[in-house]
């Protein structure tokens, strides 16, 4: 299974541990990641003013470039599968919007690229049941809550990969790693996304209500595929963490896959990461990786 | 042939677009013409009169009328013709509004063009019409009455008080529909079942209503006056000619089950009686629980019943019923909680509807009208009503209003205040939708004197967390989030049609809207009515409206019956498809053409022949004709060739 890849800004900078251990993990299981020649930042976000193409060029000359290789385009961050996905309906669907992005960039492209999140491709290709049966060590049990936060699964007809209101796939992928998913009420909330670079905190109340709810299930770390997420459910713990209260790590899918497919730490970076991870696999005694916290 | 024009101005809106004058003097001259004039309204009285006078003092042996489409004022016309002694069927329509005047409104000249040419046509084939007497129908003056909620319940009374047999057939085991649920209705608080079980006693024992409750209608064929029914009367597994509802065979049967009448917020047997006022009085065992059909042992019921009116060996039975007209009032269901993912999937014990909520509230439900919630049994003390939910929801859910919920959210939330004075009820709503008498004056009260605290705005999500009910929000009032921390959260689903409406319709060959209601012949001016001559509607069945709604249609729909009713004979028009049998090889393709089920195949003499009654005159059987046998009268293959010359 060869799939061009988009890795995105943020995996190349913040979040490399995303990118290497899905690119290990990938290689593990045979799937193979090509990436994608001279790609450029997804947008970032998805222009919501309807007159406004301009945003959509930068994605649109991705998805354009991306069906020159005949592809897939695979991508791991939520808000570049967000942004792709959405760009690549419109292209679709919308002729005007369509004229405009491609007569200043020129080229001929109307939607026909396949965007997949790499939780599709272990969904619905590889199949959670044989990717348990690839793993080496079972998380025997460990509570993990699943965090989707919004641009994974809004708007659903554009872009779901789930029910919007009662999502399964990141349930499921956690069973599959021998872990018990905590059920808690916030999965799906908003996680405060970029007003945590405003000042006065705003974005430290609803991730700190998410990081609460999980724990209040009993979850003894949180998975995402998104890495502001991940910063903003992480950094929401910093005052607990200097307190010396109960804290709970945040963590890519993807390197809670590379442990249970037992990869060596090259691939576990877990940069920028304020509540360290390695504890927890540490008092398991899966994986061995102790040293990093 | 001595033809009369008799061009209709409609206003404006034909002469403001044709050139009527220019019309006058170019039709002058045209062969068979006879006279031709204009005038600013012709459906008017005077407009008749000219045609009338026109009629008798020119000897005028056909007429055209050039005005707006047939569809409109045919009947009309028609009738003036007739008055003055003419054939009806020898006056024509020559539609120069709607297909002229208003489409071609940018282009007077060529609309004058083609407005000419319309007469021209029109004129020829009156040439060539024959006089027409209308076929003559037998009624049988008996009517059926599908679903007995209160509108059919009404409908059924009006018809059978009027004198007339009514036969009635009901689903479930008992009549009365959802509103023998409801605890109190708005906008007086008066009880449900106060107002609704003695007119339920009254159809359960009217000496000219038939009642067949727990049984559907298996087929129907025939046309106004005369429809033939089978209906299905399910097994009920009692024999209800002896059983007299003593009720010994509940209390002894000892297989628990949710009960259907309570929303599954109580249990009931095996075998039961939905609720004690139910009308028959009889009970029905349920054959998925009940453990002589599950084990194949027990038998408790049969044992202890005092007359042995049990009887497992039961089954379906068919009866048959004739019918002059039909009136359909199959009522509603709520659009399921299941589907509001926002909402927890309808799996959050202490998230209802708002039937459930009536229960809740009813002195004769589960918790003997104390609000009570679900879950845990606690009397909640702040309860949260959403509005809207699936209604007004062009993405999720259904475009329409359900038009009861704003009533019966207010009335919910004033009736909770009263019986938990401590309680604090919040109602999200989009707007408040209180058209009707007394309705504005209910909502104030509930938040004047119930203190109910209206918030406009839409929930984004409900879900529990540690045993409160957690509503997120939006005042846009105040542009405020909201987050409610609640016990109990009730939510006023969408109305949708009862299901298998569709199937019904298909049956009856009536019609309905993309969201299964009935179709109405006319939305302002035959809303009782079907397209199908015979068929009528009432309440729910045609779209959501409340229990006074639902009564004025019923009674609507029981006075068209009651008029069908008033003659022994019905008359159908003579514009349809005849046979010469002389041509005809009964090949049988106009079978299949006849979108009206109007023809059928004389096996003996190979001939196909017309039911004249079911017969609407589209003329699909003409065209398709190999052997040119069937004519159609006034609209003949000839005459149509002469109407083409006259255009081209």
């Not at chain 2, 309204?41 to 026109?54: E, L, N």
């Not at chain 2, 649920?181 to 003695?198: G, K, R, V």
């Not at chain 2, 939905?274 to 042992?297: D, L, M, S, Y």
């Not at chain 2, 909640?380 to 699936?390: A, L, N, W």
């Amino acid at each position: 299974m060869v799939y061009s890849y988009f890795p995105g800004c943020t995996l190349r900078a913040k979040a490399k541990g995303f990118d290497s251990s899905a690119l290990a993990s990938c290689k593990a299981l045979g799937v193979c990641l090509e990436e994608l020649e001279e790609w450029q930042c997804c947008g970032a976000t998805f222009p919501l003013q309807i007159d406004n193409s301009f945003p959509l060029v930068s994605p649109a000359r991705t998805l354009a470039s991306a069906k020159k290789t005949g592809r897939k385009l695979v991508t791991l961050c939520s808000a570049c599968y967000n942004v792709l996905k959405r760009t690549n309906h419109v292209l679709r669907e919308d002729i005007d919007k369509r004229e405009k992005v491609f007569s200043f960039i020129e080229e001929d492209y109307s939607g026909e690229v396949e965007v997949l999140h790499l939780l599709e491709i272990l969904r619905d290709e590889i199949g959670f049941r044989s990717l348990n049966a690839k793993i080496s060590s079972s998380f025997q049990g460990l509570p993990v809550a699943a965090y989707y936060g919004c641009l994974l699964l809004r708007p659903p007809e554009e872009v779901g990969i789930d029910d919007p209101e009662a999502p399964r796939v990141l349930e499921d992928f956690l069973l599959a790693l021998g872990c018990r998913p905590v059920d808690y009420p916030y999965k799906t909330e908003c996680c405060g996304s970029y007003v945590v670079l405003q000042p006065g905190g705003l974005t430290v109340s609803p991730s700190r209500l998410i990081v609460e709810s999980a724990k209040s299930g009993g979850a003894k770390a949180i998975v995402t595929s998104c890495p502001l997420c991940r910063f903003n459910l992480d950094y929401a713990q910093s005052g607990a963490l200097e307190r010396g209260e109960n804290t709970i790590p945040v963590m890519y899918f993807t390197e809670v896959l590379a442990i249970a497919l037992g990869l060596g730490e090259g691939v576990l970076q877990f940069d920028g990461h304020l509540v360290p991870p390695g504890l927890i696999f540490q008092s398991l005694g899966v994986g061995g990786y102790g040293g990093l916290t | 042939m001595r033809i009369g024009v008799f061009i209709c101005h409609c206003g404006l809106n034909i002469g403001g677009v044709v050139d009527i004058p220019e019309i006058l003097q170019t039709l002058a001259g045209y062969d068979g013409l006879e006279y031709v004039t204009d005038y600013r309204y012709m459906c008017s009285d005077p407009g008749q009169q000219v045609i009338k006078d026109a009629i008798r003092d020119k000897g005028l042996t056909g007429v055209v009328i050039a005005a707006c489409s047939p569809a409109m004022h045919e009947s009309t016309f028609r009738r003036t013709a007739e008055a003055a002694g003419l054939n009806p069927f020898r006056c024509e329509i020559a539609n120069i509004r709607e297909q002229c005047s208003w489409p071609h409104r940018d282009e007077p000249r060529r609309a004058t063009q083609k407005a000419l040419e319309i007469i021209r046509a029109s004129m020829e084939k009156v040439r060539q019409n024959e006089e027409l007497s209308p076929v003559s129908i037998p009624v049988t003056r008996q009517a059926l009455v599908i679903g007995c909620g209160i509108a059919g319940m009404q409908a059924a009374l009006d018809i059978a008080d009027a004198g007339y047999k009514v036969t009635v057939v009901e689903r479930l085991p008992y009549i009365g529909g959802h509103m023998a649920q409801l605890s109190e209705t708005f906008p007086t608080l008066d009880c449900s079942q106060c107002i609704l079980t003695p007119k339920a006693s009254e159809v359960g024992s009217h000496p000219n209503i038939d009642l067949f409750t727990n049984s559907e209608v298996h087929a129907i064929s025939g046309y106004v006056g005369n429809f033939n029914v089978t209906i299905r009367k399910k097994a009920s597994y009692v024999n209800w000619d002896i059983c007299n509802g003593c009720g010994l065979c509940m209390e002894k049967c000892p297989e628990k089950t949710e009960s259907h009448f309570e929303l599954g917020l109580a249990t009931t047997k095996a075998i039961s009686i939905a609720f004690p006022q139910a009308v028959p009085n009889r009970p029905v065992i349920n054959a998925e629980v009940c453990r002589h059909f599950t084990k194949g042992k027990c038998g408790v019921c049969e044992k202890v019943c005092p007359v042995g009116a049990i009887d497992f060996e039961q089954e379906d039975t068919f009866i048959h019923r004739e019918a002059g007209a039909i009136i359909v009032a199959t009522g509603y269901d709520l659009h399921p909680k299941s589907k509001v993912g926002e909402y927890g999937y309808g799996v959050v014990k202490d998230v209802i509807d708002g039937l459930e909520f009536e229960r809740l509230n009813s002195a004769s439900g589960p918790t003997q009208g104390e609000i009570r919630r679900p879950s845990d049994g606690k009397i909640p003390k702040e309860v949260v009503f959403i509005q809207c939910v699936g209604s007004r929801d062009q993405e999720d859910g259904y475009p329409y209003c359900s038009k009861i919920c704003c009533m019966y959210t207010a009335k919910h939330a004033r009736l909770y205040k009263h019986k938990v004075p401590d309680g604090q009820p919040y109602v999200f709503y989009m707007d408040i939708r209180a058209g009707g008498k007394g309705y504005e004056e209910f909502v104030q009260r509930a938040t004047e004197e119930d203190g109910v605290l209206y918030l406009r705005g839409r929930v984004s999500r409900v879900f529990e967390e540690n045993g409160k009910i957690v509503v997120f929000g939006v005042d846009t009032l105040s542009n405020k989030k909201v987050e409610i921390h609640g016990d109990m959260v009730v939510l006023a689903t969408a109305i949708i049609p009862s299901h298998g409406q569709t199937d019904l319709a298909r049956l009856l060959k009536i019609s309905t809207d993309e969201w299964g209601f009935l179709s109405e012949a006319h939305p302002k001016l035959r809303p009782v009515e079907s397209l199908t001559r015979g068929i009528y509607i009432a309440g729910c069945a045609q779209a959501p409206k409340d229990i006074p709604d639902s009564v004025t249609q019923a009674s609507s729909a029981a006075a068209k019956v009651l008029a069908l009713f008033s003659s022994d004979t019905l008359s159908h028009t003579p514009e349809i498809a005849v046979v010469d049998e002389e041509l005809c090889r009964g090949c049988g393709v106009c079978i299949e053409v006849c979108a009206y089920d109007a023809r059928t195949l004389d096996i003996r003499r190979r001939v196909a022949v017309v039911n004249e009654v079911l017969c609407e005159g589209c003329g699909a059987c003409q065209v398709a004709c190999p052997s040119g046998a069937t004519y159609q009268r006034n609209m003949g293959l000839a005459q149509v060739m002469s109407m083409i010359d006259a255009v081209i």
